[in-house]
């Protein structure tokens, strides 16, 4: 946990505020399937952005970003789009909904910092959009619902980022749990908690540092090209509304009919929501070997049927590949740049740190970064933090009770000790010491 952001709070503000912690998200296969109400298998990650709120007696609200050391004023009557800083547009996208929705907030402080990185597929976007609006739900008690705050996020990204995301980010930064993944319906968003249980194997995600200018049009392009497909498919197949319902079975009677770079993107899809579903069976089974080999499928389609790799994350996985004790690999998120994804033997990870980090160094003069990652909670406060919601009550509830428990455990066994010490004298005649 990031403690500056409470420092700083402290020194700008001096008020105490409440702090929030928003996660980053990896996704262990299921990608570019969201925004076709297909199906994904992301979880939260312990790193993530920090948040300090207030509510500010001044006539003005102030957000500071402790990484560029820059502050931002907003007139919450008009939260428009601004040119910079290009960060402020998160929080103005979010802000701008509550005053559609006639959510009234006063004009509060609040500092943000994070440990993610940015450009590295891992969702630190969502995560500021996701902490913002969960502080300012918290802070005014505004009443919206985890659900609500998560359209909300989405929204955010595609009006003021720009990017018409699916809804995977912002749903994993929301309702992420600790040592879990979970499989969801992007149609329904039904979900499930899958524990991961990963033995001598961990999840270790390899940097490549480098992050392709188109990543964001491209986005967009791959988004249209998936309509363009249904809508010749579904001329056909007037029950396909989205990639979701195209079967694979369907998929040949398309092969002369579309083009061929959308019938790949289609082919994609519709593989890729297969994978997920099987990879869900792998993992409940406990056959890391059979889910690795398709989060290795995955990658190939990404890169040479929906082309969102590059070269720098196909060299990492054909290093991934050719290493033992790496089940599988594949990059992460949006693609052309940003990370790859390993299911890597524990006590391989730092060879193979220094070998892949030479050769990547060798072949393109970057650095090679790597994190391990385990699955942690979703957006929640921390640190002497009361929810106002339900769901985060009921935890708290439930800790509660744990803690009584084991405190009247405590008296019990204080007790009978003092019984037993009681008899023990008794019987041996000493006097105890009561
Ligand atoms: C980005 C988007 C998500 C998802 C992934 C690709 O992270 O924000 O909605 O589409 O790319 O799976």
Redesign the pocket.
Known sequence: MNPSVKLKFAERYGSEPLIIHAPG?I?LI??????NDGF?MPAAIHMGVQFAFAPSQAAETSIYSLKYDEAFRVDLSKPGKVAQPGWANYFLGILHQLNERGLKTGNFNCVFDGDLPTGA?L?S??AMECGFVFGLNELFKLGLTRLEMIHMA?WA?HHYAG?K??????FSSMMGKENHAFMLDCRSLEYEYLPLSLGDYTLLLCDTNVKHALSSSE?NTR?NECQQGVAVIAQKYPEVKSLRDLTAAMLPEFKDELPGVIYNRCRFVVEENNRVVEAGKDLKRGDLVAFGKKMFAAHEGLSKLYE?SCEELDFLVELAKESNGILGARM????FGGCTLNLIRGSVVPSLVKSAGLAYYNRFGVEMTHYAVSPGKGTSGVAGYRSNSLNDYIDWVGVKSIYRITMQGRIYTTYIMKKALHLQSFLSGWPDSN
Not at 30 to 35: K, L, M, P, S
């Open positions: 998200r996704n299921g990608e570019h399937t969201d925004y994904v597929g969702s976007s969502a989405q990204e990017v995301c699916g809804i995977m980010d912002q986005y988004r969102v992460i998120g949006g693609g």
